[in-house]
């Protein structure tokens, strides 16, 4: 079984400084993804970022960009020009791409609660 | 399109009552999925469906059960609700053979058992 370990319950930063949330995982799997998905207070479930495990390249999206150490099973988000709308629950979560019974199955991170301050 | 449609988004109940939550898509997916999120633990997997008749259990199945008539609904139902399931639930669906692997989420059920 898959675990996902985020071990910052809350974090802040001034808006447009950069901030890093971390990420560590657990599995035995090698073919996977990864993402970072954002819960703003409209608990809307929104995907900010994946990474495919067997791309050695980190995955950007605009202000959004990842540290994705697969030998030490870490998967950090970068977020740089914070703004005020990036306040919010961000959550980690991993899925196997074996397929079978492990289609679709996400497994979260507890979540870090971001707060951006003017 | 809608894409994931839940309902209630609110909903009180008193411990041993019954309930049912609503989950609908209307992307045409064969996967969906229920989900409760608690404080400090993250979004946990309640039960899931690869297809119309097809159900199993997730990670944290007891006190819930699904059905899968139809392609497009996925209802979760409390039998007698308990103060335990206290919690928001989310719906997700997403397609077969999507290699990225994205999950649509519905808005979430924000559920209280007093």
């Known amino acids: 079984a898959q675990t996902v370990t985020q071990s910052q319950p809350e974090m802040s930063v001034q808006e447009a400084e950069t901030v890093t949330l971390s990420c560590t995982y657990d599995t035995s799997e090698s073919n996977y993804y990864l993402f970072w998905y954002k819960q703003p207070p409209s608990r809307q479930m929104i995907l900010v970022i994946r990474q495919e495990a067997y791309k050695q390249q980190n995955a950007t999206e605009n202000r959004f960009s990842v540290n994705f150490q697969k030998a030490a099973k870490s998967f950090s988000l970068k977020i740089s020009d914070s703004q005020l709308g990036d306040t919010a629950m961000y959550f980690c979560a991993f899925i196997s791409n074996a397929g079978g019974t492990s289609y679709g199955k996400l497994t979260f991170g507890q979540g870090t609660i971001l707060t951006v301050h003017p | 399109n809608a894409g994931v449609t839940q309902t209630p988004k609110f909903q009180v109940l008193k411990t041993g009552q019954s309930m049912t939550l609503q989950c609908a898509q209307d992307?045409?997916?064969?996967?969906m999925s229920w989900y409760r999120q608690d404080p400090g633990m993250g979004l946990r997997l309640i039960h899931y469906?690869?297809?119309?008749?097809?159900?199993d259990q997730g990670e944290v199945p007891n006190g819930y059960n699904v059905s899968r008539s139809t392609t497009e609904d996925f209802p979760l139902r409390l039998l007698s609700a308990a103060p335990s399931q206290t919690s928001v639930y989310f719906c997700a669906s997403s397609p077969f053979g999507d290699r990225v692997k994205k999950l649509f989420f519905g808005s979430g059920t924000q559920l209280s058992v007093l």
């Open positions: 469906s690869v297809g119309a008749g097809i159900t």
């Open positions: 992307m045409n997916h064969e996967y």
